[in-house]
């Protein structure tokens, strides 16, 4: 914690009582502990961008599968480029296969990593309401016994709650974002193992 640069932070003249001493560690801990939050969520969210980007691209390729399936089926056996229409269908399943083997395993990986995140801040919400800011508390009803100046205590303490407003509002995003991911990859797997399934029953081949 710094100084404001218009008062000190402490009345030397003071010293500062046990439950003080701790208060002010829980003090700093609480910052640790916010600063903690908001470089797990900043990692989380770069990560989003890339995986949905990813998401999208097997999207395309299952529509243009999709598409060739359709037009497989109305050919008739004989049609000089039905060979050529198969062909690319399962080009395109191989392709759908070798991407969904690279992001499945990455996207479980996040996934695991945005469920911790939810678990860890659930927990540090936790103890910022139950233990920190009690204890805070604790100073400012007791602030003739201290040795911390009140007014800068006081601000201080507002500037955190301020810049913890920021960090939960970076955190809704990626709650958001993340769930939206994982939301659409699941709707989307599920159109997927239909399609196989289709496939299957017309030519089981094709997934070979």
């Not at 691209?57 to 109305?74: C, P, S």
């Not at 508390?137 to 205590?153: A, T």
Request: with cysteine; hydrophobic share 40%.
């Amino acid at each position: 914690m710094k100084s404001n640069g218009k008062t000190n932070f402490y009345d030397r003249s003071k010293e500062a009582p046990a439950f003080e001493t701790a208060i002010l560690q829980c003090y700093n801990e609480i910052h640790d502990r916010a600063w903690d939050l908001l470089q797990r969520v900043r990692r989380g969210r770069k990560l989003v961008p890339g995986i949905q980007f990813r998401i999208e691209g097997v999207e395309h390729l299952f529509d243009l599968a999709k598409y060739k399936f359709d037009h497989l089926k109305r050919m008739i056996p004989t049609n000089p480029v039905r060979d050529t229409v198969y062909g690319q269908l399962k080009s395109l399943i191989a392709n759908i296969n070798d991407e969904l083997n690279q992001l499945v395993p990455e996207l479980i990986d996040e996934t695991g990593v945005f469920l911790d995140y939810e678990k860890h801040s659930m927990e540090q919400d936790q103890w910022m309401e139950d233990i920190a800011f009690p204890q805070f508390s604790q100073i400012i009803s007791n602030h003739e016994d201290c040795s911390v100046d009140m007014v800068f205590f006081d601000l201080d303490l507002e500037d955190f709650r301020y810049a913890l407003g920021f960090v939960k509002n970076q955190e809704g995003l990626y709650l958001d974002e993340m769930g939206a991911v994982v939301d659409d990859y699941t709707v989307f797997n599920e159109k997927i193992e239909q399609f196989f399934e289709q496939l299957a029953d017309f030519d089981e081949q094709l997934l070979y």
